[in-house]
Structures are given as structure tokens and as C-alpha cells.
């Protein structure tokens, strides 16, 4: 990077800062999207607010869940670990590999990272603990957001759905230069739970024909596709077993509870 590019880069408007949002879905899916976290010290409010978000759907009734990250371009890979992590489970879910082959592990406790459970506190526990998760992906996920997309690669009742991502699942260490310009060289490559590494785009379990224009709205097939599938995971229960008592009988509305 120029120094302009660099200072740039180091001192992001605030304004170009977006939070996580969180809603319930019919059918009890809870969605989150995950975008970018622009700087270390977004991070706290990042978390802050993803928790509470993914807290209020779960009071909502949400069983399954969504992570859209499909706008996330990179950044800070611990904060989005962070408000998935009673997504992802307690332990290894991932780790680094560098050119010698060493690694190093990313290790979730409580719902945390675990470097940072005395900056972020344990994350509360889901009242349907270990749900169904659909992860969506497009060409603009990519690096911090990629590390997210590999932590969930090997989880049971987890699938991917959308675009490969753009390639970048490395991590990287800056380092400033005497005129303020900055280089920045990949020190590691990424692998998830089974010790899978990637080297380039992650491509999603069901690939979807590219609607990154219609993100959240009536057209957009991939979070169709996402809601459509962890449905389907559910165990079905009527809404209200005593109110249709009268159509299927006293045994069934039983089992049904």
C-alpha cells in the first residue's frame, strides 16, 4: 500500500462501520449477517451488538440458523468467530498453517475465542443449542470472512450456499515501511476442523447463480435456497397442539409436544 493507501487502511471512517443485524425468519430460522469489522476498535461494539442481536432472535424462537456473509470483504477474523460462536460449538474449529507446517489452532470456549474470553466474556447459550446452520458466501467474502465460512467447513448439519468465495483464506501481518507505505505478507494459510487446508475460493456446497443485487429482498435465491434447507432440518411441531387437537387426536397432539 502508498502511504495514502496505508493511512487510509489504518484509520477507517467511522461511517464506513456497519453492524451485524439479526432477524427471525418464518418457520423459526434466526438470520445474521456478518459484515465486515473495519478496525480493532470496532470490534467490541461489533460483538456487542451481534450477541444481542443473535440473543433476541433465540428468545424468538429461532432453531435454525443463517450466517450471511456474503458482504463481509475482511478485516478482523475474532469478532465475527465471537457472535457465531454458540453457532460453531466449544473446541477446535479451524486453525493456521504456516510454510513449515505448523498449527495453530482457533480454539472456541463459551461461545469465544479463546484469546479472547477475558476481553469478550462468555457468550450466552442458545435455548436450542446446536442448530442446523446455513453459511451464505458470494465472490465479495473474502480473507477475515473466509476464516468464518472455514470454521463451519465439517460441521454436522452446517451447508454452504451461494458463490466461491474470492480466494484469499491466508492471514497476513503488515508492517510499516520509513516513507508510511505498507507491505503486507501472507505468514499463513487456513484449515478447518478436519484439517482440510485451502488455497484459494471456497466453493459453497450449492452454488447459486450470482444475485448480489438482490440481497434480503423477494429475489434473492440464495437466501431462498438457505431457508428452504434448514427448514427442512427442523423437527416439525404444530404451533399450537391443543388448538388442533380436534384434527389429530389426543395421542398425536401428545407426542407432537
Known amino acids: 500500500m502508498s502511504p495514502d493507501e496505508a493511512k487510509q487502511a489504518l484509520n477507517p471512517s467511522p461511517e464506513s462501520s ?4 439479526a432477524r427471525v425468519l418464518p418457520g423459526g430460522i434466526g438470520y445474521l449477517s456478518l459484515p465486515s469489522v473495519v478496525s ?6 461489533y460483538v456487542r451488538q451481534a450477541r444481542a442481536a443473535v440473543r433476541d432472535a433465540d428468545g424468538q424462537g429461532a432453531r435454525g440458523w443463517i450466517v ?6 475482511g478485516g478482523d477474523m475474532w469478532g465475527p468467530l465471537a457472535s457465531v ?4 460449538g466449544d473446541g477446535v474449529v479451524g486453525s493456521l498453517v504456516d510454510s513449515d507446517g505448523k498449527r495453530t489452532p482457533w480454539t472456541i470456549q463459551d461461545g469465544t475465542p479463546t484469546d479472547y474470553l477475558s476481553t469478550w466474556g462468555p457468550a450466552e447459550p442458545l435455548t436450542h443449542p446446536d442448530p442446523p446452520v446455513a453459511v451464505l458466501t458470494s465472490g465479495r467474502t473474502a480473507s477475515a470472512a473466509e476464516a468464518v465460512t472455514i470454521a463451519f467447513r465439517g460441521q454436522e448439519r452446517t451447508r454452504s450456499f451461494g458463490q466461491p468465495t474470492r480466494g484469499v483464506p491466508t492471514a497476513n501481518d503488515s508492517h510499516r515501511l520509513p516513507d508510511d507505505a505498507m507491505i503486507i505478507p501472507t505468514q499463513a494459510r487456513e484449515a ?10 471456497i466453493p459453497p456446497d450449492e452454488k447459486i447463480p450470482d444475485d448480489s443485487r438482490n440481497l434480503g429482498n423477494s429475489q434473492d435465491h440464495t437466501l431462498e435456497a438457505a431457508v428452504a434447507w434448514t427448514r427442512a432440518q427442523l423437527p416439525w411441531k404444530s404451533p399450537h397442539p391443543r388448538r388442533n387437537a380436534h384434527r389429530y387426536g389426543p395421542r398425536l397432539v401428545s407426542a407432537l409436544r
Not at 450471511?68 to 470483504?73: A, F, M, V, Y
Open 18 to 21: 456497519v453492524l451485524p443485524e
Open 192 to 201: 478447518d476442523r478436519t484439517g482440510h487446508l485451502y488455497d484459494g475460493p
Open 85 to 88: 460462536g454458540r453457532l460453531l
Open 40 to 45: 480493532d476498535a470496532a470490534s467490541a461494539a
Open 68 to 73: 450471511d456473509l456474503r458482504s463481509n470483504t
